[in-house]
């Protein structure tokens, strides 16, 4: 498969459309993207179709980020912290401080052969 992840369509998957890369850059079928966070940033990462067009997001911050999912409860985590955005669970991502962010967009079907080893974040 050779899959091309277009940068707008994988920024509205953050959520309300300000999130608007500072840098966007592309290898083969990753992205790679820098944005600017500050204390109002937040982030409604969108739960894609599962129709083999659905991308991951490997997500580290200068800042403390809150990730927010289903249960309601936020999860911090400590910046420089390795996020991963799983294409089919919907969540928040709430920045916790004013920094940036690297993104790193990877076809779902490079990844989902690790998706058995995924499970709930830990404390």
């Known amino acids: 498969m050779g899959t091309v992840i277009d940068t707008r369509a994988a920024m509205r998957l953050l959520g309300n459309?300000?999130?608007n890369p500072s840098v966007a850059q592309r290898f083969?079928?990753?992205?790679a993207t820098q944005h600017a966070l500050d204390t109002t940033t937040e982030w409604s990462w969108s739960a894609q179709a599962a129709d083999g067009d659905e991308?991951?997001?490997m997500l580290t911050a200068t800042v403390p980020l809150a990730i927010?999912?289903?249960?309601g409860a936020p999860h911090e985590v400590s910046a420089g912290t390795l996020?991963?955005?799983h294409p089919h669970r919907r969540l928040?991502?709430?920045a916790l401080g004013t920094g940036t962010a690297m993104c790193s967009w990877v076809p779902w079907y490079a990844l989902e052969e690790i998706e058995?080893?995924?499970g709930a974040?830990?404390?």
Do not use: H, N, Y
Not at 28 to 31: F, I, M, T
Not at 68 to 71: A, F, L
């Open 68 to 71: 927010v999912d289903d249960d």
């Open 116 to 118: 058995s080893g995924v």
């Open 92 to 94: 928040r991502v709430i």
């Open 83 to 85: 996020c991963f955005l």
């Open 55 to 57: 991308v991951a997001v």
């Open 28 to 31: 083969r079928g990753v992205l």
């Open 17 to 19: 459309g300000r999130e």
């Open 121 to 123: 974040p830990r404390d």
